[in-house]
């Protein structure tokens, strides 16, 4: 059932990493070999084995991407841009929290999180704009524990890029209401409310993640956030992306990744996709991109309509009906099911790195047209838009690129290591998942045999679609 990659135990970063201390991967002339054609979007995600995390994870994962300097987009010698999604560095905010005289061990609650706002510099009354979300925060019984501008330097940033720069904001918090289990859905309710009333864009609001987003290159990023270069800046898990825009104008608010996903394509079919979505009471970004709408899809299917990430990435990009006929009968009916009560919503060239809470899941197109390559390394997983982007001397095994149409997924379990799933133990749980919201295939025949009844959602922001609060 499992993908058979041996796993092992790895100990923490070691004095003797024969990379960390001679190979400077900004100025190295072995790493900035970049072509001078421009590519598709590139894309990275870097799992520690052991499930702890690092300051070395991040490090590759921003060397990946610079390797993959060629495929990204650039305006006038600036970068289209990039940007990545960590883990929350507990350890800086809990350095953060003594620092203002508050309990440092707060950064450790599952309840603690941590919100990078993007306030446009257009806005002629920033400290209102503050006052009001912090307003929003009372209201919902939240607590704020520490507000401040994000650590910047702005002589990183190109001239466009100064221009057009917002006003970037740190929070961070405690949310109290309701079980453990809602917390992200809190926060996701509360992004939607800050967005909806004022101008502000949500890089990431969350207790699990932080994003870090610019317009610009890699060097950019790395320069222009010091939390990226500080040693205690920890993560497990390091998701990236490198921006090429064929059909939007570059902007801070569009960098990946996203809330949910980095993606490197096109949806073909957007307007179904928005169309599809608003039925469902999905509250897309104004003037969205297709990424931006495709992750606010995913994260409304979480949120409320409590499906898993892999059933979310399952029910955007479902398998073709050719390949749906190869499968169980069993499987048939669920993806039968689904694709009528629910699309398929997203066809088109796309490959899709995705992270919710400790599961990540990574996509292909049918076609296999946006490729991802698999690879084993001493101390990771990856996932990347192209195999040469870890060293050959840490390779396990060589990359294998996921076929077309192909999903894995991973499951991380912290201090202890990472479970590794293909994508027919993928389709096995979409299969348990079901069985457990509907009771039996009996329901879904029976439900295939009448025309479907609209979905709605209702006041409190729940779906009329039977479930069980899967994670």
């Known amino acids: 059932m499992k993908n058979k990659v041996q796993f092992q135990n790895v100990d923490n970063e070691s004095a003797n990493d024969s990379h960390s201390s001679s190979f400077n991967w900004l100025t190295s002339a072995h790493t900035k070999t970049w072509l001078e054609e421009r590519d598709a979007c590139a894309l990275v995600a870097s799992v520690r084995k052991n499930g702890e995390a690092t300051h070395g994870n991040l490090k590759r994962a921003l060397a990946a991407l ?110 109290h209401n309701g079980p453990l289990e809602n917390v992200e859905r809190t926060l996701f309710d509360l992004a939607l409310h800050i967005e909806k009333f004022t101008n502000v864009a949500i890089a990431s609001l969350s207790s699990n993640v932080v994003v870090y987003k610019v317009r610009g290159s890699i060097e950019t990023l790395y320069q222009y956030f010091p939390e990226l270069r500080n040693p205690d800046f920890t993560t497990a898990i390091t998701i990236g992306h490198a921006r090429y825009s064929t059909n939007t104008a570059t902007s801070f608010e569009r960098v990946q990744p996203f809330s949910l996903i980095g993606h ?107 490729p991802l390559w698999f690879g084993d390394t001493e101390k990771e997983y990856f996932f990347s838009s192209e195999k040469g982007v870890y060293h050959l001397d840490d390779m396990i095994v060589d990359p294998i690129p996921l076929s077309p149409g192909e999903k894995m997924r991973l499951r991380i379990h912290r201090g202890r290591n990472v479970e590794v799933f293909d994508y027919p133990a993928i389709q096995q749980r979409m299969l348990n998942l079901t069985m457990r919201r509907f009771g039996s295939l009996e329901t879904l025949n029976k439900r295939l045999a009448h025309p479907p009844l609209p979905l709605e959602i209702t006041e409190n922001g729940e779906s009329n679609e039977p479930h069980s609060g899967l994670g």
């Open 66 to 175: 610079s390797i993959m300097g060629h495929r990204s987009g650039e305006v006038n010698g600036e970068g289209d841009g990039i940007g990545v999604m960590t883990d929350i560095p507990r350890v800086l905010w809990s350095q953060a929290l003594e620092q203002a005289g508050k309990p440092g061990w707060l950064a450790e609650d599952r309840r603690f999180f941590v919100g990078h706002l993007m306030i446009p510099n257009t806005e002629a009354d920033v400290q209102g704009v503050k006052t009001k979300i912090i307003n929003m925060l009372k209201e919902r019984d939240i607590d704020l524990l520490l507000e401040r501008p994000t650590p910047t330097r702005l002589q990183a940033l190109g001239k466009m890029a100064r221009q057009q720069v917002p006003h970037l904001w740190q929070i961070s918090g405690m949310v």
């Open 264 to 370: 490197n394509g096109e949806i073909n079919t957007i307007a179904r996709l928005r169309e599809q979505a608003e039925m469902l009471g999905v509250n897309l970004v104004e003037s969205g991109s297709d990424s931006q709408d495709l992750d606010r899809l995913l994260s409304t299917l979480i949120h409320h309509y409590r499906f898993s990430l892999t059933e979310s990435l399952e029910l955007a990009f479902p398998p073709i009906l050719s390949e749906v006929e190869k499968l169980s009968p069993e499987l048939q009916t669920i993806y039968k099911y689904y694709r009528q009560a629910f699309g398929p919503y997203s066809q088109g060239p796309a490959g899709i790195i995705s992270r919710f809470g400790d599961e990540c899941v990574f996509s292909v197109d049918a076609l296999g047209l946006r």
